[in-house]
């Protein structure tokens, strides 16, 4: 099969980037991937890879031989036609998405008619039609250009890619736009083929509306808490509704990482830039934001004042199996418990390294029990597997107080009951 796929290169050795590379490698492309952090470049070359993402590293593995890893956009340039654009698009202080890099990598391009950039960054509605202006002005009209929104998710993105629930892909109709159903056609997933900025909006509602989704149960939860109903029940109920479906009602401390904070923000101020005040999205990232102070309210609650009280944060990462700490919860959590004067120890399997680069004012742990060890209270912050199953007596025995709150719903109350702790979740009877 090799023989007749496409070459690809990818711009950007990201989360995006790097899985996309893997899995075209896997379906059967030769794949320049190109990064301007020779660092990054020098570890892929040495295969090693630069982030925590499970099942990427045996996919880089096995289609070793069919990757190439380089500095220079040259070497993409003149092994493939078809570009992939995954480099990153942070949010401003204005709350706009930054496309530097993204028009770094315009630029670079130089004229041709053989080339098209595919991009795979997350970018306001509207890029693909300013880009293909910019191309025109510096004679570049020849280049072909398709939105192609990557929707994996950190943790399962090697799946994400491998199975997906659609592959969306906007362009004008032509060669290049062929050319990335043809690449996609072996995963045998529902294709959307639309217009430019259609495809664009798609991963950018998308995003919105999960997040929505999040804040409304979130909201749920706060108004269960006074009236005796559990969230867990309540998002039970409504889930086997297929209008709504059970996914991503699970209330908690708010959702994090580097694509809804982002993307919702980005998303609402699209709208504003055309005079539209997007009223619901506004409310959804208040609601996130109070969400992730929840949990200080009911330390207070139990403990009373906070100063000098031990605090055992369990998980950091912004959810399990990733050590991405971008917009964690935690952050915000952290501070908040250091500002009040509590001694906080925090745990997590992975991202240690990644939130000692964030995080002031806490201590670190090497095991759940030594973060527990003398704990007034304890705040399961990222549901990993290895803190579900944590021995509660042992937990128990270790701490110097009861509380453990849940901020997950994650745990089994009464099993935590049993060994007496005093469990309190968000939104849980
Ligand atoms: C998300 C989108 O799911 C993905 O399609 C897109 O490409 C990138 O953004 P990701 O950021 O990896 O993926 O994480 P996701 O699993 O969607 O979770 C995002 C946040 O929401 C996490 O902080 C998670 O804890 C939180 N969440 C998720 C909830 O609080 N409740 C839920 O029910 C689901």
Redesign the pocket.
């Known amino acids: 099969m090799s023989d007749s796929r496409q070459p690809i290169g990818v711009i950007g050795t990201g ?2 980037g790097l899985v996309t590379a893997a899995g075209f490698a896997e379906l059967g492309s030769e794949v320049w991937c190109v990064d301007i952090d020779a660092e990054k470049i020098a570890r892929l070359r040495r295969g090693e890879v630069p982030i925590y993402e499970p099942g990427l590293e045996e996919l880089l593995a096995r289609n070793s031989e069919r990757m190439h890893f380089s500095t220079d956009i040259a070497d993409a340039l003149a092994n493939a036609r078809l570009l992939f654009v995954a480099v990153g698009t942070p949010p401003t202080y204005s709350g706009d998405a930054d496309l530097s890099a993204v028009q770094a990598v315009a630029d670079a391009i130089p004229a041709s008619r053989e080339h098209a950039l595919i991009m795979k960054s ?1 970018v306001p509605c509207g890029t693909g039609a300013s880009l293909r202006r910019v191309f025109d002005e510096q004679d570049k009209g020849g280049l072909a250009y398709v939105s192609c ?9 090697v799946k ?1 890619f491998l199975h997906p629930d659609r592959v969306v892909i906007g362009d004008d109709g032509g060669w290049a736009g062929d050319a990335v159903v043809e690449l996609y056609a072996p995963l045998g997933a529902p294709l959307v083929r639309t217009d430019i900025a259609s495809a664009e909006m798609v ?1 950018l509602a ?2 919105a509306f ?2 929505t ?2 804040s409304f ?2 909201e749920i939860a706060n108004v269960c808490e006074p009236t005796g109903a559990d969230v867990v029940e309540v998002a039970r109920g409504m889930g086997l509704d297929d209008r709504i479906g059970s ?14 904070p982002k ?1 919702v923000d980005a998303l609402k101020q699209l709208a504003g830039n055309s005079g539209y005040h997007f009223q619901l999205l506004t409310a959804v990232i208040e609601v996130n934001e109070l969400q992730k102070r929840r949990v200080i309210g009911k330390l207070h609650k139990h403990l009373g004042g906070l100063v000098g009280k031990r605090i055992a944060l369990l998980g950091l990462a ?2 399990p199996n ?1 050590d ?1 700490m971008r ?3 935690s952050l915000v959590l952290s501070a908040r418990l250091h500002a009040d004067g509590a001694d906080v120890t925090a745990y997590d399997p992975v991202a240690e390294e990644q939130a000692r680069k964030l995080v002031t004012g806490i201590a670190f742990a090497d095991s759940a029990l030594e973060a527990l060890r003398d704990a007034d209270a304890a705040v399961l912050v ?2 990993w597997q290895e803190l579900l199953e944590l021995d509660w007596g042992a937990v128990a025995e270790a701490m110097r107080g009861t509380l453990v709150i849940d901020g ?1 719903n994650a745990l089994d109350p009464q099993l935590l009951r049993e060994s007496g702790l005093l469990y309190e979740g968000i939104g849980r009877r």
């Open positions: 989360y995006v997350t929104p990557e929707f994996l998710k950190e943790g399962t993105a994400d991963k998308s995003n999960l997040a989704k999040i149960i979130n996914k991503f009602l699970q209330a908690g401390i708010g959702y994090g990482g580097s694509c809804f993307d912004f959810k990733t991405d917009e964690a919860s990222t549901e997950r």
